[in-house]
C-alpha cells in the first residue's frame, strides 16, 4: 500500500502560513534547497524546475500531491493552474471548480478519498498542505517531513488544524543547516 507523506514547511511555533496564506517569511535556505532538490525533487513547482537544474529530473519518491484549497491558490493568482504538471495532482475544495484539466478537484470526503488512493499502484503520494487538510488526514499519515525555519509567527495557519486528539510519531531524521533551519522526518508510532 502507498504512503501518504505531509511535507511541509513551518515555523518554531508550528505555522505552515501567515493569518492570510502569506509564506514570504520562510528565506530560500541554499544548503537544504540543495538537499531537497536531490533528494525529492519532484517537490520543486514546474515553473522553478528548469531554473533549479530540475527540467527532466525523474520522481524519486512521489508521483501524486495532495492540496488544500489555500494551498493552491496563491499559484492561481499568479495564473499558474497547474503548479506541479509533472505529479498527479488533487486539490481538495468545496468552491473550487477545475481551472486546468491537470488538476483534478476533489470535494468528497478526503480519508476515503487518500484510501482509495493508497490502494492503487504508484509511488508513494505527497501532501503538501494545508493545515486544515492535514487535520482531516491526519489518520492516513504514514510519515512527516518536516522543514523548519528559525522564525516565530505568532499566529496563522497551523501544521496540523484539528481538535485535539494526540497522534504519536516516532523521530527517524534530524538534519540542521547552517542558517538554522532543520529538516526533521517522523514515522507514525506503533500502538503497540
Same mark, same amino acid.
Given at each position: 500500500m502507498r504512503k501518504l507523506i505531509y511535507y511541509v514547511a513551518t515555523t518554531i511555533d508550528g505555522f505552515i502560513a501567515g493569518p492570510d496564506g502569506q509564506f514570504d517569511f520562510f528565506t530560500i535556505d541554499p544548503e537544504l534547497m540543495s538537499v531537497v532538490n536531490a533528494e525529492q525533487p519532484e517537490t520543486v513547482p514546474t515553473a522553478f524546475r528548469a531554473q533549479c537544474g530540475l527540467e527532466t529530473a525523474p520522481n524519486k519518491r512521489f508521483d501524486t500531491v495532495l492540496m488544500g484549497r489555500g494551498t493552491y491558490e496563491p499559484a492561481l493568482k499568479e495564473g499558474i493552474t497547474s503548479p506541479y504538471a509533472h %505529479?498527479?495532482?488533487y486539490v481538495f475544495s468545496q468552491t473550487l471548480s477545475a481551472a486546468d484539466p491537470g488538476v483534478e478537484?476533489?470535494?468528497s470526503d478526503p480519508v476515503e478519498f487518500v484510501q482509495r488512493l493508497k490502494e492503487q499502484p504508484g509511488q508513494e503520494i505527497w501532501l503538501c498542505g494545508?493545515?486544515?487538510l492535514a487535520g482531516s488526514?491526519?489518520?492516513?499519515i504514514d510519515e %512527516?517531513?518536516?522543514k523548519r525555519y528559525p522564525v516565530i509567527a505568532g499566529s496563522g495557519i497551523?501544521?496540523?488544524d484539528?481538535?485535539?486528539d494526540?497522534?504519536?510519531?516516532a523521530v527517524t531524521g534530524v538534519r540542521t543547516f547552517g542558517s538554522g533551519a532543520s529538516f526533521t522526518t517522523y514515522v507514525r508510532a506503533s500502538d503497540g
Open positions: %505529479l498527479r495532482q478537484i476533489v470535494s494545508g493545515g486544515r488526514l491526519l489518520p492516513m %512527516l517531513m518536516i497551523p501544521m496540523v484539528r481538535p485535539f494526540p497522534a504519536g510519531f
